[in-house]
């Protein structure tokens, strides 16, 4: 069972296109990261939030944590091919080891030039 | 390396074999993490090494799967009477000592396993 359920699974659109990807769970986190993985690599960070309400935004990206840090949403503005990849969030809990993420399936972006 | 290295980046075994799989982390990071990612899912936490101890080792998924860190750099990730089931990504990632956390991993590329 994952402790973090992403929606969509998988995400096909054209250049230029809107797009929001959540990551939704019953459980508390004491932070959230998202990651971006490419085939053939490892996941990288793009962002980690800790505060409930938090929103950070990075160039056409916005991350926004639940109030009630359950929750977390990834709104990407005029979507680019470059953008294309696999994000997944991951979250902490507390009390548990430093650095042991719980992460979700993933949301498979293709976006279309 | 400026990188996390994993070795090899592909093993291909046979059901009931013994592999290894090498990790080498970023130079002066004491934390590393072992992960695994199936087909379609999220990375999965294995194990945790903070210097050369096994800090957390309750990710394993059972007795065949082990890892060392014996001088507190190079892990090895050790399965033993391979199943199909194993087959999967093995991500290491590492991460500066307690002193240093700004909460990110590292990740290395990742050694594809398949047990045919």
């Known amino acids: 069972t994952q402790l973090l359920e992403q929606s969509p699974q998988f995400l096909s659109i054209q250049e230029g296109e809107n797009l929001t990807v959540y990551c939704n769970s019953s459980?508390?986190?004491?932070?959230l990261q998202w990651y971006r993985q490419e085939p053939g690599e490892g996941p990288v960070l793009l962002v980690t939030v800790v505060t409930g309400g938090e929103v950070k935004k990075l160039k056409r990206l916005t991350f926004q944590f639940g109030d009630a840090r359950k929750d977390s949403s990834l709104h990407i503005t005029a979507a680019q091919p470059g953008d294309t990849g696999l994000y997944l969030c991951?979250?902490?809990?507390?009390?548990?080891?430093?650095?042991?993420?719980?992460f979700g399936r993933g949301t498979q972006l293709t976006v279309w030039p | 390396g400026a990188g996390v290295s994993q070795t090899p980046s592909n093993k291909v075994t046979e059901k009931g074999k013994y592999v290894e799989l090498r990790c080498d982390p970023i130079?002066?990071?004491?934390?590393l993490y072992w992960y695994r990612q199936s087909l379609g899912q999220g990375p999965e936490f294995l194990i945790y090494?903070?210097?050369?101890?096994?800090?957390?080792d309750s990710g394993l998924p059972n007795d065949r799967f082990f890892a060392v860190r014996p001088e507190g750099s190079v892990s090895t990730l050790k399965i033993q009477r391979t199943e199909r089931g194993d087959s999967a990504v093995y991500l290491c990632?590492?991460?500066?000592?307690?002193?240093?956390?700004?909460?990110?991993?590292?990740f290395g590329e990742g050694s594809r396993l398949t047990v045919l």
């Open positions: 990632a590492s991460r500066p000592g307690l002193a240093v956390n700004t909460g990110e991993l590292f």
């Open positions: 130079s002066g990071h004491t934390a």
């Open positions: 991951a979250g902490a809990r507390r009390g548990s080891t430093l650095g042991r993420l719980y």
């Open positions: 459980s508390v986190f004491s932070s």
């Open positions: 090494f903070q210097g050369t101890g096994a800090a957390d």
